[in-house]
């Protein structure tokens, strides 16, 4: 890790801090180790004991480790890496694997048995190795077999099976070995689907016949569909047309060898390895499964005894219980936030959680159920760290989150404080205890550390709206500077007791890059250098003394120039960082890739500063003294010691360089961070220069290193503790003076004026709540505005004072201004009335010309925007419109139009079609020829045949050819056929139905122009009949003006879907906004309009046409027309006069008037008639015109739909020809895919050969080996008794049983081994022989052990049989060990047997697929696919399908059809004649059967009541009642009987009643005797009840035990008593019985049947 340079001295790390939230392992029962920075940390969970172990390569790349053997393994993070593997405790390197990887390592594992370690590589060859690191070799390698791993996973029993989890897939690998060779085989788990399901795999080599040809095409896979060819062409195909399967997360082995697979979609699978079965044990989609997992999508799985631990997404751990396919969660913790690992300590007994923020936690089952936090590392990238000045013992450091965190001098956390808020950077005063804390949002927030592990935020100021980029503190802690990139420096009073109020800020010319200080005690001064733009340095001088006075601030806080000294530099390349020394500056040029020193000259401070506070002066320019190499990866930043004479620099390489500022030699450089996550972002050092800290950007962690100096360097170490000590005294009376006012400081938010802020505490961290200023931490779209800055704010009391104070001269200032403006504008009204000579320019009243051109300026360079933005958009519109019109409309021969109907919705639309292309009339003229040549050879071949009637045939073949059934179309009904096309059925080549497919393309082109030409002829009569149907509205309009009928005419007008080029054009009517004019057009608009007056003017001068339209209405003649207007004025006298006072003149004058007006009022009437009769012919003509019109559209119409339909019809039979032709090369294509299969699995055919026989010699050699081995052996045991023939025989027999003696290490282990872990058991393989053996030898100790020797046997004798005993055990281990590397190699080589025989099956396989396939291409080509015209009714199949399936159907003549058809009608009729005749005799049949069943039932029913007489049994007196005919004689005999004895039981009745009275007498005498008697006794009571008493204790006390025997004896007694009571009881059972069989069958003999009786 660490590269001495100049051999001066050397880094340490004392500790390292930091989490990374990857993984972490457990290097024995108690240590966990984990991945930080550049180092791997452990941490011991009993006693929280962390140490570290540093990298001996570039960076920790995977991680992985072994807690049975306490083996670590990690990859480092370079080109071609290396993996590293390290023993616990010890960290001893045991090997460095190399070769294994070119970029990186995804993934490590070590097996729990062996010394195998499993590795997966990324980019490019993502190889697969498994090596035995003890050995420092691969065993076996895989390469391109982990594109997606994460995860790789040996099984605890059984190293040779190795699982490996990716992002898609899981696939476990089979290491299959023989003697020294392995190999590794992958077995595939396929996955269900997302929704459970269980998806069947895609066969993309299986092909087979099928015994009838499919109506559309072959049955193609989808690789030959889409061309794809060889191993990845499957991949695609198989990812194409497969669901989505369900993704793993975590896998965890059983003890069976199988594997729990936990999804992300919340599925809980289980695997078996040996048989690639999966089986879903838990499904979240059903209903039945469980709530609490329905949202888990199971992050970590380990298994415990009995149940399987699962965490997830949510935060809380179950233990499930798995039955088969029943779970139950048996037990559930909660935990603060969600975990993402969990395991098991190698013992069983300790349980660790892993969260993503950081936490671990420790779970013991065995001891308790609660679940406690060990360690809360946090995870996340540190912005910042600093070594206090103040206190050795602290250092502090912020990460992204805001989290910030006190650490002790030993890398304890002591406390820490959320923020919230996102930080940039971090200081540390040195005359208080304190931060300063820079943020995103322009904080800076000043945090007190006194508080023992509980920092809290006292200050909080804000400077800026950009982040806070730099933080720096001058030594002696007069200031506080702030940077950013708004090129502002504030400077802040960094004590305490004065509130870190702010002094003011100064403006420097450009962002801020860097920035440092150098406090000169002596001069009283505080330099302060800003890198800017790169190559400009500037060096501001700030006195030490108070700043506070108006001369050294201004009222907006911009720093004076007689207190502020500035000084610029400029160097000759860019820089990046820099840092003030003594007189000189210490740079980095990432550009050059180098260390730079200047040195500063001493010049003058010509400091004037401007209106905006940025001062300007003269710029000095500096080359470098010095230049050293630097990192070989920047930028770098750098930063010197408190003593000055070390310079430390810090790169994106990770390196850390320390150098001696006087000579800029190397001291030392170390690898702390990684390069890969960004290397380092800052770096510390203490106060005494010999600790740093660094941080890292993006490895979340944080070391601290101590700078060990050696040989002469050794005094500079004691140079930096003096100076350190210096300061110490220096300071100690401001510190004690500072930090009490610090630590009396009220809590920010609670005592500070800004109370709307508050604290809060969460998840046992401080947290204070800062996001209400910090808008970049939760940014929205609808944010409040940002706070002011304290500039802002402080500009804005400026002005609000000095409106305050100047509020009465601005009033006035506002009169005079508004009394200027009122007489400007009278004296412009003025000037508006003054001749043109005397008037002035507009622009000459204007008092400020130079404002109103800054406006001007500032409106036209909008209107100019606002005109460039329509000017674009309507330059994209118009070349939109010119490509659509380009191609849509430009390029069309024919435009697509319509012609629609006067007097209904039909419409009928032409077919567009644009020109044909050069290459399609060659195509076509190609052809063409093509087919001449064809048919003038076949008419060369009919003329040399002598046969006619074979030409004849051929004619009539061919003229039923020609038909339209057979042709597929009715384009030749059109006119429109093609002499040239194919016949439909010899068409056998694909070039032949490419020819065909021109030259239909070509029929389709002459239907859709002979159509246009037919619907150009009826536009143009639609055009004509428009403008002859104007013509008669005109015409009628004349009329109904004549006749004063107001009446809407129908006026029909050609539509757009008829003039489509109007769409092109745009009326003035259809712009809705007001047209805008630029000058020239409004002065060409008005030229316009004086013109149009200047020539109405002269028209109204015209005194003719006056005089014309006041005498004749502007004509020379009367028309007729104007006849209705005519009228005929009366005589004056009748106005005058009345009718009695005319004279006869005037009464002869009032009848010619009456004559005249009435002739004129018939004139009149005669031609209104004949109007309207015009009117009507005219409305009657349009309407014939118009329906003649639409019926002719109608015949258009009808056109066009044959015309459709043989269009449809030749675009089927292309769309036929195109499909056989795609269907003919998906065949080629598959024809080429299976060639290539079958020649790759020839190639590994004859591979499998080779190794197979190849593995069979290894295995007759290595038998060889293994019978003399045995052999051996056996020997050995034959010639025990030679060995000690000098022996006496029992010695020798007693030392033979020892000899066969063993000791029994597996029990002895199992009883002594009584840990939980149920992976103990290790598979028996020859690998782990060696181990075996040594155990043996170690257990052979206690046998050899000497008082274990028979008697007689002298120790010579023993010492000599321990060897040979020994020798036998080893051989017999030797025998052991070959016999499982023989098991072993016969296991390997009847895999690499099978594997021969499935390659030979797949061979066959694709080679019968292959023939197969030829046998349907052949089908293909001669079974052509022909298309039919049928009329309705002449199709005879079935069509409940969408298309009918014609694959069985026949093509056959019609006549045939209806001969057939009248053959069945016949045969039907006699058939149906022929049934009527079987039906009524089967009438007949039917009836007699079922009187036939009814007569055989009455003959059973008959008999069963004869049986029942028969076996009826009759008593002595029914026979004799039966035989006897005295009736009456038998029936007194019976009545005398029953008077007998009715006499009789009266008399005993009587003597009955008799004894029971004197019986009752006597019982009631007695009852009066026992009265007395109990009287007598209940006197007498209660005395025998005490004597009762006394003698039954007596008795008890003394005889219980006799008692007892007496009970018992009684008890034995009764038991006996019962027992031969049952004995009696079941053999009077028996007794029973048999009289009661006795019984029965004398009954028998005495009551036999009528049945017996009667053949008897």
């Known amino acids: 890790m660490k590269r001495k340079v100049e051999m001066d001295g050397s880094l340490d790390v004392r500790w390292i801090r930091g989490f990374t939230n990857e993984s972490i392992e457990f290097v024995d029962n108690k240590t966990v180790c984990y991945r930080c920075g550049n180092n791997i940390c452990f941490l011991n969970l009993e006693t929280k004991q962390q140490h570290v172990l540093q990298s001996p390569g570039r960076g920790v790349g995977a991680l992985t480790a072994n807690g049975n053997n306490g083996t670590i393994a990690f990859s480092e993070e370079k080109l071609s890496p290396s993996i590293f593997v390290y023993i616990f405790p010890e960290l001893q390197l045991k090997n460095e694997l190399k070769g294994g990887a070119q970029l990186d390592y995804t993934s490590l594992t070590l097996s729990s048995g062996g010394t195998y370690l499993g590795c997966c590589s990324s980019l490019p060859d993502h190889t697969i190795t498994v090596w035995n690191w003890e050995s420092a070799e691969p065993i076996c390698t895989q390469p391109h077999a982990g594109q997606d791993v994460i995860s790789l996973v040996f099984n605890p029993l059984n190293w040779l099976q190795l699982c490996a989890l990716g992002n898609k897939s899981l696939t476990v690998w089979n290491i299959e070995k023989s003697a020294s060779f392995y190999v590794l085989k992958p077995s595939v788990i396929e996955l269900p689907a997302t929704d459970g399901s269980f998806v069947e795999k895609l066969e993309t080599y299986s092909h087979t016949v099928s015994d009838k040809m499919p109506y559309f095409d072959l049955e193609m896979p989808p690789s030959a569909i889409s061309g794809l060819k060889g191993d990845m062409a499957e991949s695609i195909v198989t990812k194409l047309c497969t669901k989505a399967r369900l993704t793993p997360s975590a896998i965890c082995w059983t003890p069976t060898s199988m594997l729990y697979v936990g999804c992300v979609e919340g599925f809980l699978l289980l695997v078996d390895p040996e048989s690639r079965s999966v089986s879903v044990v838990l499904n979240p989609t059903t209903g039945d499964s469980i709530p609490e997992l329905r949202q888990s999508n199971f992050q970590g799985l380990t298994l415990n005894r009995n149940c399987l631990i699962t965490v997830g997404k949510e935060s809380a751990v179950h233990c499930l219980q798995i039955k088969t396919t029943q779970i139950n969660i048996t037990q559930t913790w909660q935990l603060e936030g969600p975990v993402t690992t969990v395991t098991y300590s190698p013992d069983y007994e300790t349980l660790l959680f892993l969260s993503n923020t950081g936490q671990i936690y420790v779970l013991n089952p065995n001891r308790s159920d609660k679940i406690v936090k060990l360690l809360e590392v946090l995870s996340g990238n540190f912005v910042a760290a600093a070594l206090s000045h103040t206190d050795k013992n602290i250092c502090v450091s912020v990460r992204d989150s805001g989290v910030l965190q006190l650490w002790s001098a030993d890398g304890v956390c002591l406390g820490s404080l959320s923020l919230q808020a996102e930080v940039t950077s971090l200081a540390c005063c040195p005359i208080a205890q304190y931060a300063a804390v820079g943020t995103a949002s322009g904080n800076v927030l000043v945090i007190d550390l006194n508080g023992a592990g509980h920092p809290r935020l006292v200050h909080r100021v804000h400077l800026y709206h950009t982040p806070v980029d730099h933080l720096v503190f001058d030594q002696e802690g007069h200031y506080l500077l702030t940077g950013a990139s708004d090129s502002y420096i504030y400077v802040l009073d960094a004590k305490p007791s004065k509130t870190f109020s702010i002094i003011g800020y100064t403006v420097v010319p450009g962002p801020i890059l860097s920035l440092s200080t150098q406090c000169i005690r002596d001069s009283k001064q505080v330099k302060v250098l800003a890198l800017c733009t790169g190559q400009e340095l500037t060096v501001l001088s700030l006195p030490t003394g108070d700043l506070s006075g108006p001369d050294c601030v201004d009222r907006h806080g911009c720093l004076s120039t007689q207190i502020l000294n500035v000084s610029r530099y400029e160097v000759p390349h860019p820089l990046q960082s820099c840092v003030l020394g003594v007189g000189e500056v210490f740079a980095y040029c990432q550009k050059r890739k180098t260390l730079q020193r200047f040195e500063l000259p001493q010049i003058p401070d010509l400091s004037a500063q401007d209106t905006d506070g940025v001062p300007s002066q003269q710029v000095v320019q500096l080359k470098p003294e010095q230049e050293v190499r630097g990192h070989p990866l920047g930028p770098a930043s750098l930063i010197l010691s408190p003593h000055q004479l070390w310079l430390a620099s810090v790169g994106r390489d990770g390196l850390l360089l320390i150098r001696e500022t006087a000579s800029m030699e190397w001291y030392v450089e170390v690898q702390c961070h990684s390069s890969r996550l960004g290397g380092v972002r800052s770096v510390s050092f203490s106060a005494d220069s010999q600790t740093l800290l660094t941080a890292g950007f993006e490895d979340g962690s944080l070391v601290c290193t101590d700078l060990r100096m050696k040989g002469v360097n050794a005094g500079k170490v004691n140079e930096a503790t003096q100076y350190s000590q210096s300061m110490n005294d220096f300071l100690k009376n401001i510190f004690n003076t500072e930090n009490p006012v610090l630590i009396d400081l009220p809590e920010w938010g609670q005592g500070s004026p800004a109370g709307s802020e508050k604290s809060e505490v969460s998840g046992g961290a401080d947290t204070v709540d800062v996001t209400e200023q910090d808008e970049s931490y939760n940014s929205q779209l609808s944010a409040p505005p940002p706070p002011p800055t304290w500039l802002e704010s402080r500009r804005e009391a400026i002005i609000k004072e000095d409106n305050e104070q100047y509020s009465e001269t601005k009033k006035n200032l506002r009169k005079t201004i508004k009394e200027f403006r009122d007489n400007i504008q009278e004296m412009m009204r003025e000037n508006e009335n003054l001749p043109d000579i005397d008037r002035l320019e507009q622009q000459e009243f204007n008092l400020n010309v130079e404002e109103q051109k800054r406006l001007e300026a500032m409106v036209e360079q909008e209107v100019t925007r606002v005109r460039n933005e329509v000017e674009w958009e309507i330059l994209s519109k118009r070349y939109l419109s010119d490509v659509l019109r380009r191609e849509c409309w430009d390029s069309m021969k024919v435009k697509g139009k319509a012609i629609k109907a006067f007097h209904s919705e039909q419409q009928v639309k032409n077919y567009p079609l644009k020109e044909r292309t050069d290459k399609e009339v060659e195509d076509l003229h190609r052809v063409q020829n093509i087919r001449n040549i064809e048919k003038a050879a076949c008419t060369s071949r009919l003329k040399k045949s002598s046969n006619t009637s074979v030409k004849e045939e051929e004619q009539e073949e061919g003229h039923v050819a020609e038909s339209a059934a057979l042709t597929g179309s009715c384009s030749a009904q059109l006119g429109c056929s093609n002499p040239y096309i194919y016949d439909q059925f010899h068409l056998q080549t694909a070039e032949q139905r490419i020819n065909q497919m021109i030259l239909l393309q070509d029929v389709i082109y002459c239907i859709k122009t002979a159509f246009n030409a037919d619907f150009e002829a009826v536009y143009k009569q639609k055009v004509q009949e428009l403008h002859r149907l104007k013509d008669r509205n005109r015409h009628i309009k004349e009329i109904m003006l004549e006749l004063g009928v107001k009446e809407k005419l129908w006026e029909p007008s050609l539509s757009t879907s008829e003039q489509p080029e109007r769409l092109l054009t745009v009326d003035d009517s259809e712009i809705k906004a007001e047209k805008y004019l630029t000058p020239e057009q409004k002065e060409e608009e008005e030229r316009k309009k004086l013109e149009e007056q200047k020539h109405l003017a002269a028209k109204g001068n015209n005194v003719k046409d006056r005089a014309l339209d006041d005498m004749m209405d502007g004509v020379l003649e009367v028309k007729k027309e104007d006849i209705l207007n005519m009228e005929i004025p009366p005589p004056e006298f009748v106005l005058s006069k009345p009718g009695i006072q005319w004279s006869e003149e005037e009464k002869k004058v009032y009848k010619e008037y009456e004559k005249k007006a009435n002739d004129l009022s018939e004139e009149k009437e005669k031609y209104k008639k004949s109007m309207e009769t015009e009117m009507k012919k005219q409305h009657t003509s349009t309407k014939d015109a118009t329906e003649r019109f639409d019926e002719t559209l109608t015949t258009l119409f009808e056109k066009k739909v044959k015309s459709e339909m043989a269009i449809y019809q030749e675009e089927l039979k292309i769309t036929y020809l195109v499909h056989s032709i795609l269907v003919e090369d998906e065949m080629r294509n598959r024809e080429l895919e299976f060639k290539l299969k079958l020649e790759k699995t020839l190639a590994y055919k004859e591979e499998i050969r080779e190794e197979v026989k190849r593995h069979e010699e290894e295995l007759k050699l290595f038998h060889e080996s293994y019978d003399s081995t045995v052999a051996e052996d056996k020997v050995l045991d034959k010639e025990f008794r ?368 009528l049945d017996q009786l009667k053949y008897s």
């Not at 010695?1291 to 029994?1304: A, T």
């Not at 075996?1332 to 007689?1352: Q, T």
């Not at 072993?1384 to 292959?1410: C, P, Y």
């Not at 028969?1510 to 005295?1526: A, G």
């Open 1282 to 1649: 030679k060995e000690f023939c000098d022996v006496r025989s029992q010695v020798v027999d007693h030392l033979y049983k020892l000899f066969k003696c063993r000791p029994r290490v597996q029990k002895m282990r199992t009883q002594t081994d009584h840990s939980s872990n149920q992976f103990k058991g290790q598979r028996l393989c020859g690998s782990l022989a060696p181990d075996a053996l040594v155990k043996m030898l170690k257990a052979m100790e206690e046998l050899d052990a000497l008082e274990n020797s028979p008697e007689g046997a002298s120790p010579q004798i023993w010492e000599k049989f321990c060897l040979v005993r020994r020798a036998k055990v080893e051989s017999e281990q030797k025998v052991k060990v070959k016999a499982l590397t023989l098991a072993e190699m016969h296991a390997f080589l009847q895999k690499r047997r099978d594997e021969d025989s499935a390659a030979q099956q797949e061979i066959k396989n694709l080679s019968d697929g292959l023939e197969s396939l030829h046998k349907e291409k052949n089908r293909f080509l001669t079974d052509i696919m022909v298309q039919v015209l049928l009329k309705q009714g002449q199709v005879e199949v079935s069509t409940t399908d969408l298309t009918p399936d014609y694959t069985d159907s026949v093509l056959s003549d019609r006549s045939e059809v209806e001969n057939l058809n009248t053959t069945i009608r016949t045969l039907g009729e006699q058939k149906i004649a022929s049934m009527v005749q079987c039906k009524d005799f089967r009438k007949g049949i039917i009836q007699l059967l079922w009187e036939h069943k009814m007569m055989g039932m009455q003959i059973e029913h008959l008999n069963t009541k004869a049986r029942d007489i028969q076996m009826l049994r009759l008593s002595e007196e029914q026979q004799d009642y039966l035989n006897k005919t005295d009736r009456d004689k038998r029936v007194f005999k019976q009545a005398s009987i029953l008077e007998k004895t009715i006499a009789y039981q009266e008399k005993t009745h009587l003597q009955s009643v008799e004894q029971r009275i004197k019986k009752i007498e006597q019982l009631n005498r007695q009852a009066a005797e026992k009265v007395e008697k109990s009287a007598t006794i209940e006197q007498q009571l209660p005395n025998m009840q005490v004597t009762l008493a006394e003698r039954t204790h007596i008795f008890e006390a003394s005889d219980s035990e006799k008692n007892q025997a007496a009970k018992t004896e009684e008890r034995y007694q009764e038991i006996l008593q019962r027992k031969n009571l049952e004995d009696l009881a079941r053999a009077q059972g028996d007794e029973l019985a048999f009289l009661w069989a006795e019984v029965e069958r004398l009954r028998m003999r005495n009551f036999p049947s």
